[in-house]
């Protein structure tokens, strides 16, 4: 019988588990957004079965969250299946923990400033800057395999 998951493993899931939980924030922003939207419109949630239709009719700012919501199902999973696989192979370091933590914080930047400014620019540098550190942890990662 073990003590437990080591501390590393701690480490290395906590950034996984504050992702996650960015994705149910975003969809409590995303929740309250589009039911605004759809009352001031007087939309029903029969209006909600076709989302592109849906989309067309919702102003952008209501878009803009939803949006989000949906980016935090793409990039983020690599990132989730890369932290997991660092941790059962007890890859964690001290180094990667942080660039774990320094990823959430970029895809949360990303998020506020799409679905706030919506500044494409600025998301991208968010959203670039967090590929390149996902491509360096997986390198690390990769190369460190025994």
């Known amino acids: 019988m073990t003590d ?3 501390m590393q493993a701690v480490a ?3 950034p ?3 992702m996650a939980m960015w994705s149910f924030v975003m969809f409590l922003w995303m929740l309250l957004t589009r039911m605004q939207a759809m009352s001031a419109l007087q939309l029903g949630p029969e209006e909600a079965q076709d989302t592109a239709a849906l989309r067309r009719k ?3 700012k209501s878009n803009q969250v939803a949006n989000n919501y949906n980016h935090l199902f793409e990039q983020p999973v690599v990132f989730y299946a890369l932290c997991l696989a660092i941790t059962v192979l007890c890859m964690a370091d001290t180094l990667v ?3 774990a ?4 914080a970029l895809r949360v930047c990303h998020s506020l400033v799409q679905a706030i400014v919506d500044v494409v ?3 991208f540098l968010f959203f670039g800057s967090a590929w ?3 491509a360096a942890l997986t390198l690390r990662a990769t190369f460190l395999l025994p």
């Open 97 to 99: 923990v942080i660039g």
């Open 12 to 14: 290395m899931i906590q």
């Open 132 to 134: 390149l550190l996902l």
């Open 58 to 60: 919702l102003p952008h």
């Open 4 to 6: 437990g998951p080591s």
């Open 121 to 123: 620019r600025l998301r």
């Open 101 to 104: 933590w320094i990823y959430v």
């Open 16 to 18: 996984v588990l504050a």
